[in-house]
């Protein structure tokens, strides 16, 4: 299964994106973009979630 784009160039960019980890005040600017309280719900709608049920 193909992720993400196999370019070299961006292949090489996801993979050190990876690898460095972000710092306290990256972090905070992405909270100050996206609050984490204005994430909510599913990802899938009911029905789409109930599909992909693979423990029933």
Known sequence: ???IDDDQPLL???LAAEARP???SELA???SIVPAEA???TRYGAQ???D???ER
């Open 1 to 3: 299964v193909k992720l």
């Open 12 to 14: 090489a960019d996801v």
């Open 22 to 24: 972000l710092d306290a």
């Open 29 to 31: 600017e992405l909270e």
């Open 39 to 41: 994430i909510a719900g």
């Open 48 to 50: 789409q979630m109930a």
């Open 52 to 54: 992909l049920d693979s």
